[in-house]
């Protein structure tokens, strides 16, 4: 008996992943940070007072919240998608194709989060400038935030070829268009001038501290650091800002001592303690005599780096109210 076997079709090689592209993941990003901003401010309408208490610690609860969702989700523990990743059809992969494990995928958001995160935390600037220790933390400071930013968003816009940034050449992963498991993983490898550029993002970053040292030790700024200790000190201050503004408006000069401080209590609208903190202010500039105004703004509230929210009062007066 005779029998005959339909010749079968060949076999295609597995299509390349496709890195995805610029627009698709950063309106991905978006959408994860919109919704965990959702989730921040409700946390924060419940626990606002406990929250501006805790003043930039209240951060590390948005960091976890954070490394929760983005770490769990880019891992193989939800198939290396965020909740905006599976609805734009992006998956996170390593340089085989397959999904990150769980440390890997924390990782690769700490290289991301931490540069975003630290920024704008408060530190004793006047240790770190003028201590040796100091100055080596507001190096390293300085490396991991203004370095890692710059260079974050320096890949992200310019790395075409692999879209790698920061956090993904970290832990070898790239961000492509979900695939079937048939996928073949075929990526390029990124223009080692991306890396040169990186290293002198780097190099400059490790000068802000200098820079720092410098504007430290001219008139203006050291004339203002009494101001800024005496401020600091004040009961329920958390941190404080000063500085000297000029309006020019229509040939019409204003002079202006300005403090901004950040409260422990919700006293924003406490005039008499604005009044208490412009006396100080006054007695502690001595070219009041030349300024128009000294404006106090007190602020109180939370910033957990995912959501914040602010209540806060401005208060003006004239120099002579001030005697």
Not at 117 to 126: I, L, M, R, V
Not at 142 to 166: D, E, K
Not at 286 to 292: G, L, M, Q, R, V
Not at 294 to 307: K, P
């Amino acid at each position: 008996m005779n029998t005959t076997t339909a010749a079968q079709p060949p076999m295609l090689p597995a299509a390349p992943f496709v890195i995805a592209g610029f627009w698709r993941r950063l309106f991905a990003l978006v959408i994860d940070l919109l919704m965990l901003g959702a989730l921040g401010m409700i946390i924060g309408t419940l626990f606002f007072g406990p929250l501006a208490r805790m003043g930039d610690a209240a951060k590390l609860i948005g960091f976890v919240i954070a490394l929760a969702y983005f770490g769990l989700c880019n891992s193989r523990v939800f198939g290396g998608q965020t909740l905006a990743m599976r609805w734009l059809g992006l998956r996170v992969v390593d340089a085989q194709g397959g999904v990150l494990s769980l440390p890997r995928s924390m990782l690769r958001y700490v290289v991301l989060g931490v540069p975003f995160f630290a920024n704008g935390t408060a530190f004793n600037s006047q240790w770190m400038l003028t201590s040796a220790l100091g100055y080596v933390l507001g190096c390293v400071l300085a490396l991991m935030v203004f370095g890692g930013i710059l260079s974050i968003i320096y890949l992200y816009v310019f790395n075409r070829r692999t879209r790698q940034s920061l956090h993904d050449l970290a832990v070898g992963s790239y961000v492509v268009q979900a695939a079937p498991a048939a996928a073949r993983a075929n990526f390029p490898s990124i223009w080692r001038g991306h890396l040169v550029v990186v290293a002198v993002l780097a190099l400059l970053t490790l000068g802000v501290p200098a820079v720092a040292k410098r504007l430290a030790a001219t008139t203006s700024f050291a004339g203002m650091l009494p101001m800024y200790q005496t401020l600091s000190t004040q009961p329920h201050v958390m941190s404080a800002q000063v500085g000297r503004t000029r309006l020019n408006f229509n040939g019409s000069v204003t002079r202006s001592m300005q403090a901004t401080l950040r409260l422990d209590a919700p006293l924003s609208d406490d005039s008499a303690m604005a009044k208490r903190i412009a006396q100080l202010v006054a007695r502690a500039d001595p070219d009041i005599a030349s300024e128009d105004t000294v404006r106090i703004t007190l602020v109180y509230g939370y910033d957990m780096g995912i959501a914040s929210g602010w209540k806060s009062h401005g208060y003006s007066f004239k120099p002579a109210e001030l005697k």
